[in-house]
């Protein structure tokens, strides 16, 4: 059996059903295929930026908004900070039905949606283009012969591994161990707590609330997942058993984020990738949903008008600047490894929380009271106005770029 289309989506996360949804609405035959059978618990913290909003190509309905998160708290265990300005702002949902939500959007514009459906094989034409992608549905070959690929199948990419495309460097993927919980104390239950310390090597956990006694907990760790279930049991067992001490484990929530870029390039032929195939989430948290959902319209727009040369130029006029954020943020994390492990925890809360890495090597030179002084001045601080005034430059010169 084969079927021509003008767009192939794989993948049915965020970017995909986002990229499915917009070439569909530009006439384009579109069909997504998506190896799960039903999406339901998705790994993920499911947390979105509320700052992201205004640059979505669509509205978020409120049903699907379930808890709302006015800040970060930042803690090593004995110091802590905390964060409330425009940027920290967030929502909670539920990804399997945020997910489903995203799906059936592009189903209702025109997209064809294949569940059940894995990539097995890519075959080129000529070494210039991809024309036929073999698809296995329910024991069934399926051969679909597409116009354009848009890649969006996460940071383990089969579309990528099956064209060599792949370059692993070390910590390239950030692992996570995470757990929904109910029956939580939540101290903070619409703030976000982020804690560093050495429960776990390069780490950091969390407790993201989803209402007044339910949050997804969890470790992450860019050395790899050995131990991390250990790690976890000591998060919880010791650093915030208060507030777990009732809590029991509902959904696993474990899972892979993107950390350091596996391909070289996001076109390739006449292929696109996206979403965290990508690496197009912005660190240090790993926020990739509304990220995935904006570059995955954008890669729909430019499959269905067959000029996919624009891909990057667009992705870059919006999101150039937190990428490359996102890249120095990575470098300065890695380059503090062998400080002395209080004032590594410290300059870790600093990065999180202001995200300023040219102070990073001046901190290093600190001692411990030092950096205290200067984390509690820089929280205090912060200039609201001056936040919202960069925000709002920012805003419009996105806007300027949308592609509806």
């Known amino acids: ?157 089969t579309v990528a591994k099956k064209l060599g495309l792949i370059k692993e460097t070390e910590d390239s993927i950030g692992h996570v161990v995470s757990w929904e919980m109910k029956n939580v104390d939540n101290i903070y239950p619409h703030l976000e707590q982020m804690f560093f310390g050495n429960f776990a090597p390069r780490a950091y956990a969390y407790v993201f609330p989803k209402s007044k006694n339910t949050a997804n907990i969890g470790v992450g760790s860019t050395k790899g997942d050995e131990n991390l279930d250990k790690y976890f049991e000591i998060f919880t067992n010791e650093i915030i058993k208060n507030q777990v001490k009732n809590a029991v484990k509902t959904i696993n929530r474990s899972g892979k984020a993107p950390i350091k870029k596996r391909i070289d390039n996001i076109r390739y032929k006449n292929i696109i990738f996206t979403g965290d195939s990508a690496n197009q989430n912005f660190k240090p948290y790993e926020e990739g949903i509304l990220p995935s959902i904006i570059c995955g319209d954008i890669a729909g727009n430019i499959a269905a008008k067959k000029d996919i040369s624009r891909y990057e130029k667009i992705v870059n006029k919006k999101f150039k600047n937190q990428f490359n954020q996102s890249n120095k943020i990575i470098k300065k994390m890695y380059s503090i490894d062998k400080i002395d492990d209080k004032k590594r925890d410290l300059i870790m809360m600093y990065l999180y929380a202001f995200m300023e890495t040219e102070e990073i090597d001046k901190l290093s030179k600190k001692n411990v009271e030092e950096i205290k002084e200067i984390l509690f001045k820089k929280s205090r601080h912060v200039n609201s106005f001056i936040t919202m005034f960069l925000y709002l430059l920012w805003y419009f010169k996105v806007l300027a770029t949308r592609c509806d």
């Open 1 to 157: 059996m084969s079927i021509e289309c003008d767009v192939l989506v794989v993948g049915g996360g965020p970017a995909g059903s986002s990229a499915a949804r917009a070439a569909s609405i530009q006439g384009a035959k579109t069909i997504l295929v998506e190896k799960q059978k039903i999406i339901t618990n998705v790994p993920c913290a499911e947390g979105i930026g509320s700052y992201l909003f205004p640059f979505l190509p669509f509205k978020i309905p409120k049903d699907q908004l379930i808890w709302n998160i006015n800040g970060i708290l930042f803690s090593d265990g004995e110091t802590q900070i905390i964060q409330k300005n425009h940027f920290y702002k967030a929502w909670s949902i539920n990804r399997g039905k945020f997910d489903n939500f995203l799906l059936q959007m592009a189903k209702k514009n025109g997209s064809k949606i294949m569940m059940n459906s894995e990539l097995t094989d890519l075959k080129m034409f000529d070494n210039k283009k991809v024309n036929k992608a073999y698809i296995t549905n329910d024991k069934k070959q399926i051969i679909i012969e597409p116009e354009i690929i848009i890649a969006a199948d996460g940071v383990e990419s």
